[in-house]
């Protein structure tokens, strides 16, 4: 048996399709496929409108995942560079953690990306510990 797999949709679309089905709202599944195949959205429903209708078939009968923003992707990749270091390991690569960690932020700064919790920490160079 295959797996299913969820697609990825923008937050902009998982809040229009969150939104036409939120309570208060009339809006089944089959009400929403047809209007997307005969009609296109406007408004706050616009971004249904990049949406194959294959795709929104699928979020909607098999749910979906929320594209992730540039922004969250490097937070992520960011937190998970000391993942897996136990307390001696750590101080055993504690250079290569640390430059790992200090060339993202000058990435980002020569970038000109802010991230919270990325651009304004310190203290990484005189941290004795994690």
Known sequence: MSE???PVITKEQAE???FL???GNDWTEDD???HHVANRW???Y???NSLYTIVLASALINGYEVEKTPEE???EYYEKLCDGYDRAQFHEDKGKYLLMKRSVRRTLDALGVQI???NDEEGDENANDR
């Open 4 to 6: 299913i797999n969820k």
């Open 73 to 75: 992707t490097v937070r």
């Open 46 to 48: 616009e971004p249904l």
């Open 16 to 18: 229009a399709i969150q």
């Open 42 to 44: 406007f408004n706050e």
């Open 116 to 118: 919270a919790g990325i």
């Open 21 to 23: 089905m939120s309570d």
């Open 32 to 34: 929403i496929l047809e």
